[in-house]
Each structure stands twice: as structure tokens, then as C-alpha cells.
């Protein structure tokens, strides 16, 4: 196919179409999709990456916002169902065809839902078996940093507790229109239950209230949050710490801890 969808990006909606055929090959090669499996694309937009996708399947779905590519997405790809929905309102459980098989996400994704799009991944891990995203390369850094760096924080402690996460490659500014002002990068999340956590909901606020104030200890942090009522005294964790010191294990150790102490 070379019927190039031809629409000018737009800024509300962080588009930077990615043009360069070798890194959408590299892209989908690292994804390695198979026919019959339940595909998600988020924002596909011209289709560039759709393209590729389609060059290895022969159906998908696509989550796109974007109105103005709707109907030539659909006539340029006729294995196409397009959602016309903000990705952060899709349920992921009514796309899933078949319901013997998780899904399977990829998509080059706007920088400014990174978070919100990876948090909405993880809300649904049960029925997801992985994703390839594209995103600005800072974010991934910190998607895959360990305790005690500069880069550690909520994204790397939350969900390197319930995936493996791989940095595969790094992309330059100047295979995108237009041009972004970052480098980014290809990230593989690929969820398993990693660790036993008596209860998730908790284990995500703990980390969050750790991080909150991290420069403070985990005693002032969580007497600023909402485990502020909590008696600590029985408390293994040294809560003189801060946040950024704790490993994923110490964590669960402390929201475990949380869980069983809420009144």
C-alpha cells in the first residue's frame, strides 16, 4: 500500500507521526504479531504503523480520537475496527473478540497521556498480555529504574511490581513530523505476577504516598497522607527512610503491613 493518509498533526492531540518504514518494521518486529490474536492499536492515526501491522495480520482494532483519518483508516484498511474514543474510556474487556486470549497493545503514543495510558494498562493487566509503545524516552527511564537512582519513582515502583519491563531501542527526533523536541523510545511491558502483595489497590497508594513529598522521610510522607491514622510502631520498615530507598520487596513489605492495620 503507498495510499499515504495525509492530515496536518494536531497539537491537542500530541500527534507526531512516526515516518521512518526501517523503525515501524523494527517496532512491529519486536511486538512479532500473529494472526488470530486480539491486537490493539492505539492512535493510529495516518496509519504508518497500521501499515506494517497489517503486513503481518490480517485484523486489529484501533482506538482513535482523531475524526479526520476515520473513514480513509477504514478504507485503506478493511481489517480495521475503529473505536472512535479517548483511549482513557475505552474498556479493553469489550474489545477483546476473543475471549480465550488476552489482548495484545502497541501504538505510538502521545507524550502528554503517557502516564494516564500506562495506568489505564494496568487497571486492565488481567486481560492484557503486553504492550510496545512508543514514548518519550525520560519517561521509559524512569519506567525501568531501580531503587536508590534519580530516575526511581512511582512509575518504576508501581509497575515493575507487576511486569517485565524492557527498554528495546532508542528513537531520534528526526524520524517524526513534525519533529519533537525529545528523544524516544520503544518500551516492552510485558505483565506477570511478579510478586504476592496481599492487596494491590493498597501497594499502588503506598507508593504513591511514599513519593508524594520524597524528599521527606516515609514517617512525614505518611503521616501527610491517608494512612496518616495508622499506628507504625509495630511497623518493620524503617520509615526514616525516604521513598527513593525502598526496593519493590520493601514496599510490599510496608503496604502489606498498611493492609492489615487500616482500621
Known amino acids: 500500500m503507498n495510499n499515504r ?9 500530541g500527534q507526531n507521526y512516526l515516518q521512518d518504514k526501517n523503525i515501524l518494521v523494527k517496532i512491529v518486529n519486536e511486538f512479532n504479531p500473529a494472526d488470530g490474536e486480539n491486537i490493539i492499536e492505539i492512535g493510529p492515526g495516518t496509519g504508518n504503523l497500521t501499515e506494517v501491522l497489517f503486513s503481518r495480520v490480517n485484523k486489529l482494532t484501533g482506538i482513535e480520537i482523531d475524526s ?8 485503506k484498511f478493511p481489517g480495521i475496527l475503529l473505536v472512535q474514543k479517548d483511549i482513557l474510556d475505552v474498556d479493553f474487556e469489550e474489545l477483546r473478540g476473543d475471549k480465550s486470549k488476552k489482548l495484545r497493545v502497541i501504538g505510538n503514543i502521545p ?9 489505564q494498562l494496568l487497571k486492565q493487566k488481567e486481560i492484557v ?5 512508543l514514548m518519550q524516552l ?19 515502583a508501581i509497575f515493575n511490581a507487576f511486569a517485565d519491563i524492557e527498554l528495546c531501542f532508542k528513537v ?15 518500551v516492552h511491558i510485558r505483565f506477570r505476577k511478579r510478586y504476592e502483595i496481599k492487596d494491590e489497590k493498597t501497594y499502588i497508594q503506598t507508593v504513591k504516598a511514599g513519593f508524594a513529598t520524597r524528599r521527606k522521610t516515609l514517617k512525614n510522607a505518611l503521616n501527610n497522607s491517608i494512612f496518616k491514622d495508622i499506628n507504625f510502631s509495630n511497623c518493620s520498615t524503617d520509615l526514616k527512610l525516604r521513598a ?3 526496593t519493590i520487596p520493601d514496599f510490599i513489605q510496608l503496604a502489606d503491613f498498611i493492609y492489615l492495620n487500616r482500621l
Open 5 to 13: 493518509i495525509n492530515v496536518k498533526p494536531l497539537k491537542k492531540f
Open 68 to 75: 479526520r483519518v476515520a473513514d480513509e483508516l477504514k478504507g
Open 111 to 119: 507524550y502528554y497521556l503517557t502516564s494516564p495510558i500506562l495506568f
Open 129 to 133: 498480555e503486553d504492550a510496545v509503545l
Open 138 to 156: 525520560e519517561v521509559a527511564e524512569r519506567l525501568i529504574s531501580s531503587s536508590g537512582t534519580k530516575a526511581y519513582g512511582i512509575l518504576s
Open 172 to 186: 531520534s527526533p528526526n524520524v517524526f513530523f513534525p519533529k519533537p523536541k525529545v528523544y524516544s523510545s520503544v
Open 244 to 246: 527513593e530507598q525502598l
